[in-house]
């Protein structure tokens, strides 16, 4: 079965293996030859054409339809002599096959008419009134070639099956790579997105208890550095189980949600506190109705970054917008601040923005982030989260979901 399923042309030790089997035919025809029919046994003639029929046999899978014609050539004078008819015949019988299984159908349909018609022309020239010789031939070359033809069909029909599961192999690993670099990206932009914002909260915490004690050390505000503590503390809390939450992705991969509920909208007053904490006014204004888990997930993640990019860039105590709004099959926010110019969100190049803009194409929208126009001065971030036209029904504006404006305090 091994023989038969691969390709004749990738068989191993096929030249040496075809030699062996021209050897093996040509002595089985010279035995042929000996025992059977003594009244039509080779002179020294038949003899040298009956071997010189036999050496094509050792190129047989390379060019089978020359290997065919040097074959015949010398078996056809061979009966031409009238000597022993059945000796050459394993030798064409194996050409026969090599060329059915090998070419093409319509290919072997030609040579194997053309091989009958010399076979019975032959046969009508030296023995006229065999015709039960006639239908010998006749019927051995159509076995041959049909075996051939099905063997050939059977080949193709392995190698399909072998070419597809080759291929779903390749898919299978193709994906799982896509799923591991896209999960990677993912954690990155979590790890990013928290680290980021708690970081740069306690930053700007840490400055503000520093100020507190050297502004004025003989009046020193206890309360003010006791507060200022307990937010670098509660912020570092929040820090630490949303860090847990994100690296049980990493450890429990056989778990059926390690990742816990995604943040939402009903988050962002939560990140507008913890951006007032660190000194900035935040104007925060959420009219939307239910959304899908990745698009609250996306539009607070963007709400995040964009408040910690004004923490961190727009100077002392900004001034931050942040609305958020649903309209017909989609959810747009812009946060806007009164930064200390066009260019304060410049330096050393990170990869908030890439992360935003990663963030909204995840979900299918889009982001643009910027200076504010007109000369106001300022950065500002809007982007557009589509949702099923369902759950986007645009909320009353008279009626908001969740309106709060917070400040430092003074």
Same mark, same amino acid.
Request: glycine share 10%.
């Given at each position: 079965?091994?023989?038969?399923?691969?390709?004749?042309?990738?068989?191993?030790?096929?030249?040496?293996?075809?030699?062996?089997?021209?050897?093996?035919?040509?002595?089985?025809?010279?035995?042929? +030859?000996?025992?059977?029919?003594?009244?039509?046994?080779?002179?020294?003639?038949?003899?040298?054409?009956?071997? &010189?029929?036999?050496?094509?046999?050792?190129?047989?899978?390379?060019r089978p339809l020359l290997v065919l014609c040097l074959v015949a050539a010398p078996?056809?004078?061979?009966?031409?002599? /009238?000597?022993?008819?059945?000796?050459?015949?394993?030798?064409?019988?194996?050409?026969?096959?090599?060329?059915?299984?090998? @070419?093409?159908?319509?290919?072997?349909?030609?040579?194997?008419? +053309?091989?009958?018609?010399?076979?019975?022309?032959?046969?009508?020239?030296?023995?006229?009134? @065999?015709?039960?010789?006639?239908?010998?031939?006749? @019927?051995?070359?159509?076995?041959?070639?049909?075996? !051939?033809?099905?063997?050939?069909?059977?080949?193709?029909?392995?190698?399909?099956?072998?070419?597809?599961?080759? #291929?779903?192999?390749?898919?299978?690993?193709?994906?799982?790579?896509?799923?591991?670099?896209?999960?990677?990206?993912?954690?990155?932009?979590?790890?990013?997105?928290?680290?980021?914002?708690?970081?740069?909260?306690?930053?700007?915490?840490?400055?503000?208890?520093?100020?507190?004690?050297?502004?004025?050390?003989?009046?020193?505000?206890?309360? +003010?550095?006791?507060?200022?503590?307990?937010?670098?503390?509660?912020?570092?809390?929040?820090? #630490?189980?949303?860090?847990?939450t994100t690296l049980e992705v990493l450890r429990e991969q056989d778990a059926r /949600?390690?990742?816990?509920?995604?943040?939402?909208?009903?988050?962002?007053?939560?990140?507008?506190?913890?951006?007032?904490?660190?000194?900035?006014?935040?104007?925060?204004?959420?009219?939307?109705?239910?959304?899908?888990?990745?698009?609250?997930?996306?539009?607070?993640?963007?709400?995040?970054?964009?408040?910690?990019?004004?923490?961190?860039?727009? !100077?002392?105590?900004?001034?931050?917008? &942040?609305?958020?709004?649903?309209?017909?099959?989609?959810?747009?926010?812009?946060?806007?601040?009164?930064?200390?110019?066009?260019?304060?969100?410049?330096?050393?190049?990170?990869?908030?923005?890439?992360?935003?803009?990663?963030?909204?194409?995840?979900?299918?929208?889009?982001?643009?982030?910027?200076?504010?126009?007109?000369?106001?001065?300022?950065?500002?971030?809007?982007?557009?989260?589509?949702?099923?036209?369902?759950?986007?029904?645009?909320?009353?504006?008279?009626?908001?979901?969740?309106?709060?404006?917070?400040?430092?305090?003074?």
């Open positions: 079965m091994a023989a038969i399923n691969r390709d004749p042309l990738t068989a191993p030790h096929r030249d040496r293996n075809d030699a062996v089997l021209a050897v093996f035919l040509a002595a089985a025809a010279a035995c042929i +030859a000996l025992l059977t029919d003594e009244g039509r046994r080779p002179d020294a003639v038949g003899w040298t054409l009956l071997l &010189v029929a036999h050496v094509p046999l050792v190129r047989r899978r390379h078996v056809a004078a061979f009966h031409a002599l /009238d000597h022993n008819h059945s000796a050459p015949g394993p030798a064409t019988m194996t050409a026969l096959y090599t060329l059915a299984a090998t @070419g093409t159908v319509r290919r072997t349909l030609v040579a194997g008419s +053309a091989v009958i018609g010399v076979g019975l022309s032959m046969n009508a020239v030296t023995n006229p009134d @065999g015709m039960v010789e006639l239908l010998r031939i006749t @019927g051995w070359v159509v076995a041959v070639l049909f075996c !051939g033809i099905d063997v050939r069909f059977y080949r193709h029909y392995v190698a399909s099956i072998v070419e597809r599961a080759e #291929r779903a192999e390749r898919t299978r690993e193709e994906e799982a790579r896509r799923r591991v670099a896209e999960e990677r990206l993912r954690v990155a932009r979590d790890l990013h997105d928290l680290l980021a914002h708690s970081i740069t909260l306690i930053g700007v915490q840490t400055s503000v208890a520093a100020h507190v004690l050297t502004a004025d050390p003989e009046r020193l505000d206890r309360a +003010a550095v006791a507060k200022a503590l307990d937010d670098i503390a509660e912020t570092c809390r929040s820090a #630490r189980g949303e860090l847990r /949600d390690a990742r816990g509920p995604l943040p939402g909208l009903y988050g962002l007053p939560d990140l507008a506190e913890a951006a007032r904490l660190a000194g900035a006014r935040v104007d925060l204004s959420v009219r939307a109705g239910d959304v899908p888990p990745a698009v609250g997930a996306a539009a607070y993640r963007i709400v995040q970054e964009a408040l910690t990019n004004a923490v961190r860039h727009a !100077g002392p105590e900004p001034s931050v917008h &942040v609305e958020v709004h649903a309209e017909r099959g989609a959810l747009r926010l812009a946060v806007t601040d009164d930064g200390t110019g066009p260019g304060h969100h410049g330096g050393t190049p990170g990869f908030g923005l890439v992360g935003m803009r990663e963030r909204a194409r995840s979900v299918g929208g889009t982001l643009d982030a910027g200076p504010r126009g007109g000369g106001a001065g300022g950065f500002e971030v809007t982007a557009v989260l589509p949702t099923p036209t369902a759950s986007a029904a645009p909320a009353p504006p008279a009626a908001p979901l969740t309106t709060a404006t917070t400040q430092r305090d003074g």
